[in-house]
């Protein structure tokens, strides 16, 4: 379709929704004429407008009123017409700093990071939070009282995991100290996953060269990882009332209300994010190209994070209203799940 418009169409189509994504509200051709490169006159607008309308890229919501883009012609916008802007060494920086993975769980460096996406969009922040099977650079075992215990668990990206565990009754350091040695030396540089099998063979075969107690300590800290590894991901949305800033009548109230709706179907919010499994870069979903927002006037703007063998880990995006700001916020998604992919890589 892009072949059939002309330089003319193609910068009234365009001028007109960067309009519309600022103030939310019809065009007149009036205000269009004023605001183009080419001098063109209102009545040639005009004619413009009513071509790019039998085309299905534009509408007018009354008899008299201007003009709005379409779903279809807001994704021809995104597509074809689009300059994707460039981030301020600013929002670089403020979410490179927010994303520090020392000392943080992986779900607390994702729940910041949407938080700055939110934060920094001014619309609903959103990530799919994996199941945690990174390779373990530490293990540690630290005594919390009678029968209790802290698994701290540290990463090779410097994401930490604490576990309490119920432990034997009047366990010595030394039993601690002696299942955090042998837990080290089986786990460092690998996955859970990759290190199981064989601790377990070792433990079922007495071969595990430590004490009794310090091999329940370990059975202990293993039962609990196995068991959090069955787990499935976890969605995180931060941001509802930026959305509240939006609001220009009952008709947004209604749409409002409808996508409030939308994300609390979080099963169907957790598959449409997997189903950028596959997907390479950024990925747009405008109004009704997903059943999920079909009734919500919304767009998500989403991109995979990956780690370092680019398998797919999660993905992270914002959602807001179909005239968001799509230059600045592809940029700024784009750059956020890169950042997170660097951390896990």
């Given at each position: 379709m892009l072949d059939e418009l002309n330089k003319r169409s193609r910068q009234v189509l365009r001028r007109l929704i960067e309009e519309y994504m600022a103030t939310g509200l019809p065009v007149a051709s009036r205000t269009l004429a004023k605001g183009l490169?080419?001098?063109?006159?209102?009545?040639?607008?005009r004619n413009v407008m009513s071509d790019l309308e039998d085309m299905g890229l534009l509408y007018a919501p009354h008899t008299s009123?201007?003009?709005?883009?379409?779903?279809?012609?807001?994704?021809?916008?995104?597509?074809?017409?689009?300059?994707?802007?460039?981030?301020?060494?600013s929002e670089r920086a403020n979410i490179e700093g927010k994303c520090q993975a020392a000392g943080r769980t992986l779900d607390e460096l994702l729940g910041e990071a949407t938080e700055t996406l939110s934060g920094l969009s001014r619309c609903v922040g959103l990530v799919l939070s994996p199941k945690e099977n990174a390779p373990f650079r530490q293990v540690e075992f630290v005594s919390i009282g009678k029968g209790r215990a802290l698994l701290v668990l540290v990463n090779e990206s410097g994401l930490v995991e604490n576990r309490v565990i119920e432990v034997p009754v009047g366990i010595t350091?030394?039993?601690l100290i002696q299942a955090t040695n042998y837990l080290n030396s089986r786990l460092?540089?690998?996955?859970?996953?990759?290190?199981?099998?064989?601790?377990?063979?070792?433990?079922?075969?007495?071969?595990?060269?430590i004490d009794e107690?310090?091999?329940?300590?370990?059975?202990?800290?293993?039962?609990?990882?196995?068991?959090?590894?069955?787990?499935?991901?976890?969605?995180?949305?931060?941001?509802?009332?930026?959305?509240?800033?939006?609001?220009?009548?009952?008709?947004?109230?209604?749409?409002?209300r409808s996508l409030f709706e939308a994300l609390d179907e979080k099963s169907d919010?957790?598959?449409l994010l997997e189903s950028t499994r596959n997907a390479e870069g950024v990925q747009i979903f405008i109004g009704a190209e997903s059943e999920l927002f079909r009734d919500t006037d919304s767009s998500m703007v989403v991109a995979p994070y990956r780690d370092s063998k680019q398998h797919f880990v999660g993905?992270?995006?914002?959602?807001?209203?179909?005239?968001?700001?799509y230059a600045r916020i592809i940029p700024m998604v784009d750059h956020t799940a890169g950042v997170i992919s660097r951390i896990l890589g």
């Open positions: 490169e080419l001098p063109i006159s209102s009545a040639t607008v009123s201007g003009r709005l883009p379409t779903q279809l012609g807001l994704r021809f916008f995104v597509d074809g017409l689009l300059e994707i802007g460039n981030l301020t060494d350091q030394a039993s460092s540089g690998r996955t859970l996953d990759e290190a199981y099998i064989k601790i377990k063979e070792e433990i079922d075969a007495h071969q595990t060269e107690l310090s091999t329940k300590i370990v059975e202990a800290g293993l039962a609990t990882k196995v068991k959090d590894s069955k787990k499935s991901s976890v969605l995180i949305v931060r941001g509802r009332a930026n959305l509240l800033d939006e609001i220009q009548g009952a008709r947004e109230i209604d749409r409002l919010l957790k598959r993905a992270i995006g914002v959602i807001g209203p179909t005239r968001l700001n």
